[in-house]
């Protein structure tokens, strides 16, 4: 089947899953030549049977609120591709998740995951639970009610689970506590846990400056010098404060950030003791980005994003579809000359496009946020070896991932006179990378 026909036939089997369509549209549009190259692909149908995940469990999940009310949830876990290695992905809570944005998470994964250079498959899961606003001890008691599920489709050689929105070091280890009682094993099947049960050093911040890396091997093609350049930060959480962490360390100046009530603007730039307050306002009170402009007097506009604020670079960390086709004209007609993704699909096609034909230096986040993963990855090597690293040897290899990845992009995405269409390349590394092995280890 072509890739066109793939495409139709995944929107008639699977409709109202617009997320899921529009992840493998980018991916579609991007490989055909390469695909074309090999005519023994096709007659093993492999654009389709990589585009379906391997299977999909949904659950319900039921837990007890601090008012002694039943509440229920959906849960999810979606295995998508293990050809490369087990499972691997985030797991999600959030009040939007649904099947389709889980798809296009897990189907995003697996070539994020086969570009780290690690041994990963693709997968991802979540619930439609917003953490917003529980206490402490729902948090718990939801985390150990979803993983009663959970435990038994996951272990450390079938499927790896981390953090993702509504999901961070709290939220795992709540999960691992529970799933350790359940499976009776010690063998870090999560990533992301605490530094104490087996975490990797860097890996809070693997996803934050592995996009600032990225960028920086990105400015290094056009000889830019990333001191003094005015970035606009979207997101307030995990990825978002440790890209602005690296940025601040760099000397390039953040100038906002966001959560899902709204933007600041502090154009005097967020430093290091802004930066902690943030850090405190999020991780410990939980609480609005809003509370930054009341304390250091400057601008907050409500439902609104940034882009709309002049920057040199922008890079979108809080979630899909975050940065329209507007947003880009606008950020375009600013100046701004680069944006690297630390969220999965912020942008949509309309904002890519323009991106694209205005030939700024532009990278996806299959490619751009791929240090979360890659730490996960170093996390599970760890384990495996019942060995910890330090955090210069964990950032070092956190670098190499990221410059590598980079160099995957330049090789497969570079078009006659020199652009370098990072989506382009990083779409053919990481699917040809799938597809070569699919190939070879037969129809399953
Ligand atoms: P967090 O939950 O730590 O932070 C998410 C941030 O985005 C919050 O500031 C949140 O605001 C905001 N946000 C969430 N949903 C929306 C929405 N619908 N509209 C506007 N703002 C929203 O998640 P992470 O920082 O971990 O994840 C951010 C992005 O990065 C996601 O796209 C995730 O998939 C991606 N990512 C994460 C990795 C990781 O290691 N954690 C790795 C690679 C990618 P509020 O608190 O108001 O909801
Ligand atoms: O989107 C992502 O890459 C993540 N949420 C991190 C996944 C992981 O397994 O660390």
Same mark, same amino acid.
């Given at each position: ?8 036939n995944?929107?008639?089997?699977f ?5 899921? /369509? ?15 190259? /090999?005519?023994?692909?096709? +007659? ?28 229920t ?6 295995? /998508? ?7 691997k ?14 798809? &296009? ?5 697996? =070539? ?7 041994p ?13 606003? +529980? ?8 985390c ?7 435990w038994? /489709? ?22 691992y506590?529970?799933?350790? +009682?359940?499976a ?5 099947? &999560? ?38 350049k ?41 430093d290091r003791? +802004? ?37 040199d ?5 809080a ?17 701004? =000359? ?38 996960? %990855? ?31 992009c330049?090789?497969?995405g570079?078009?006659? %006179? ?7 390349g990083?779409?053919?590394?990481? &699917? ?11 129809i399953?």
């Open positions: 089947m072509k890739a066109n026909e793939v495409l139709d995944l929107k008639r089997r409709p109202n899953e617009p997320e899921y /369509h529009q992840a493998v549209a980018e991916v579609l549009g991007t490989i055909e030549e390469a695909y074309n190259e /090999h005519p023994e692909f096709e +007659k093993s149908n492999l654009i389709e049977r990589l585009c379906i995940p391997d299977r999909i469990f949904s659950f319900r999940v039921t837990w007890t609120d601090d008012k002694g009310q039943v509440q949830n959906m849960g999810y876990r979606i295995q /998508h591709n293990n050809t490369i290695g087990p499972y992905g985030g797991i999600r809570f959030h009040a939007s998740v649904n099947q389709s944005i889980l798809k &296009f998470l897990a189907f995003e994964q697996t =070539f994020k995951n086969s570009l780290t250079t690690l990963m498959g693709g997968g991802k899961g979540g619930a439609d639970f917003s953490p917003r606003g +529980k206490s402490n001890a729902e948090i718990m008691r939801f150990q009610a979803f993983v009663l599920e959970l038994r /489709h996951i272990g450390p050689d079938t499927d790896v689970p981390a953090g993702d929105i509504g999901v961070g070091g709290r939220e795992v280890a709540y999960m506590g529970m799933y350790k +009682k359940l009776r094993e010690n063998t870090g099947t &999560f990533t992301g846990k605490g530094i104490e049960f087996g975490g990797s050093l860097i890996r809070p911040e693997a996803t934050g400056y592995g996009n600032v890396y990225f960028l920086l091997e990105m400015l290094k093609t056009r000889n830019i010098d990333i001191k003094g005015v970035v606009a930060v979207s997101g307030s959480d995990n990825v978002a404060q440790y890209t602005v962490e690296k940025l601040i360390e760099l000397g390039a100046k953040p100038v906002t950030m966001s959560d899902s009530d709204g933007y600041i603007y502090d154009p005097d730039g967020i003791e +802004k930066l902690d307050y943030i850090m405190e306002l999020k991780n410990l009170y939980r609480g609005r980005i809003r509370e930054y402009a009341e304390k250091y007097g400057c601008k907050y506009v409500e439902g609104a994003r940034p882009w709309g604020e002049k920057c670079i922008a890079m979108p960390s979630t899909q579809n975050e940065l329209t086709g507007d947003d880009a004209k606008t950020l375009l007609a600013n100046g701004c =000359f680069a944006v690297s993704e630390g969220a999965n699909m912020p942008s949509t096609p309309e904002a890519i496009d323009a991106f694209l034909e205005a030939k700024i230096l532009y990278a996806p986040g299959k490619a751009a946020n791929a240090g979360g993963v890659s730490v996960s %990855g170093l996390e599970m090597t760890q384990n495996a070896m019942k060995l910890s690293w330090t955090r210069e040897e964990v950032d070092e290899k956190l670098k190499g991932i990221m410059k590598s990845i980079h160099e995957q330049v090789k497969y570079t078009q006659d %006179g020199g652009y370098v269409n990072y989506v382009k990083a779409n053919v590394a990481g &699917f040809m990378k799938v597809i070569k092995g699919m190939m070879a280890q037969g399953l």
